[in-house]
């Protein structure tokens, strides 16, 4: 008797499962169309220390402005430099350093609030 109980049970639950993941009421969300990548440096690259041009770009809508972030510390608490800009790139010569920089742009269009901070990179130099 248990085993029937059991078995209905479970089929019971499989069947409203069923229906309630085909509903036509669960939509996916819409994904986010202004978005920061960073190109280069990519990510864990070893680079010559000569000048680096960093460069990153926007998806389907160019920023009106970014900022530029490089730090040696991958929580951003010191900054090596912070840098407001209008372009899509910026060369810095860095000091030689074996140890890792990490490095993140935001980018800002007209509205305040809209904003888009990437991921984080990190390289070093050889």
Known sequence: MNNLKYIIFSAVFLYTLLIVSCSDETTAPEPPTRLVILYYPEFD?????????????????????????????????????????????YTIDLPVDTNYYYWRVAGFWRNPVDSDMSITNKFRQR
């Open 45 to 89: 690259m070893i680079i010559p220390d000569t000048p680096v041009t960093f460069r990153w770009g926007t998806t389907t809508q160019i920023a009106d402005s970014f900022k530029l972030d490089i730090s040696h510390d991958s929580n951003f608490a010191s900054f090596y430099l912070r840098k407001g800009l209008t372009v899509q790139q």
